[in-house]
T-cell receptor, first 114, second 113 residues
Framework: EADIYQTPRYLVIGTGKKITLECSQT?????MYWYQQDPGMELHLIHY???????EKGDLSSESTVSRIRTEHFPLTLESARPSHTSQYLC?????????????FGNGTRLTVT | GQQVMQIPQYQHVQEGEDFTTYCNSS?????IQWYKQRPGGHPVFLIQ?????EVKKQKRLTFQFGEAKKNSSLHITATQTTDVGTYFC?????????????FGKGTLLTVNP
C-alpha cells in the first residue's frame, strides 16, 4: 500500500484567498507530481519534481506554484484562488531511478472556490 | 502535441458481459501502464507492459501491448459490479534522462447488475 498523503481532503474557499494543498510521502521517492482532474475527466500534469530544489511545470498551464524543500513534501500553493481553480488536485510519487516505475497517487484534494 | 488516444470514452454493460478499452499512440512507447479509478477515488496502478506483444493477466483482466508498441488493450471477462470505474492507460515515451508519461482520457465503465 502506497504511503502518500494529501490534506485537506475537501476545501471550500472564497475567491482571492491564498491556499496551500499539502502532499507528503514516506516512501523516499525522489519523483513527485501534481495532477489536476475535473470530475470524470482526464488527468492533467501541472507540476513535477525530480528531487529536492527541482520543480518543473507540466503540460497544463497553471497559476499554482510548488516547492520541494524536503524529499517527502511537495506542497502546491495558489496565491489568489478563483472559481476557475475548482477541481480535484491529485499528488503522486514514483520510485527513484526507475523511469518506468508506476505512480502512487494520494487520495486527492477536492477544491471548490466560491 | 503527442497524445495517447483511448476509446471508448464510456461503456455501459450488463453484469456478466465482457468489456474492452483500447489505447493508441502515434509514436512508439517505452511502456504502457494501466490505472483504475473508482468513482470518487484516486487512480490506482494495475499493471505495466514493457515488451512488444506482451500479454499479462490478472484474474478476469487481460492486458495486451501491441507488436509495434503503439497500442494496448484491457479486456475484462464477465464484468462484475466491482469493475465499475474509469480505466486509464498511460504511455511512457522518451530516452536517456528525459521520459514523459502521457495519460489517455480514460474509459468510464458502468455495470448494470
Amino acid at each position: 500500500e502506497a504511503d502518500i498523503y494529501q490534506t485537506p481532503r475537501y476545501l471550500v474557499i472564497g475567491t482571492g484567498k491564498k491556499i496551500t494543498l499539502e502532499c507528503s510521502q514516506t516512501m523516499g521517492h525522489d519523483k513527485m507530481y501534481w495532477y489536476q482532474q475535473d470530475p470524470g475527466m482526464e488527468l492533467h500534469l501541472i507540476h513535477y519534481s525530480y528531487g529536492v530544489n527541482s520543480t518543473e511545470k507540466g503540460d497544463l498551464s497553471s497559476e499554482s506554484t510548488v516547492s520541494r524543500i524536503r524529499t517527502e513534501h511537495f506542497p502546491l500553493t495558489l496565491e489568489s484562488a478563483r472559481p476557475s481553480h475548482t477541481s480535484q488536485y491529485l499528488c503522486a510519487s514514483s520510485e527513484t531511478g526507475f523511469h518506468n516505475s508506476p505512480l502512487h497517487f494520494g487520495n486527492g484534494t477536492r477544491l471548490t472556490v466560491t | 502535441g503527442q497524445q495517447v488516444m483511448q476509446i471508448p470514452q464510456y461503456q455501459h454493460v450488463q453484469e456478466g458481459e465482457d468489456f474492452t478499452t483500447y489505447c493508441n499512440s502515434s509514436t512508439t512507447l517505452s511502456n504502457i501502464q494501466w490505472y483504475k479509478q473508482r468513482p470518487g477515488g484516486h487512480p490506482v496502478f494495475l499493471i505495466q507492459l514493457v515488451k512488444s506483444g506482451e500479454v499479462k493477466k490478472q484474474k478476469r483482466l487481460t492486458f495486451q501491448f501491441g507488436e509495434a508498441k503503439k497500442n494496448s488493450s484491457l479486456h475484462i471477462t464477465a464484468t462484475q459490479t466491482t469493475d465499475v470505474g474509469t480505466y486509464f492507460c498511460a504511455g511512457l515515451r522518451g530516452g536517456g534522462s528525459n521520459y514523459k508519461l502521457t495519460f489517455g482520457k480514460g474509459t468510464l465503465l458502468t455495470v448494470n447488475p
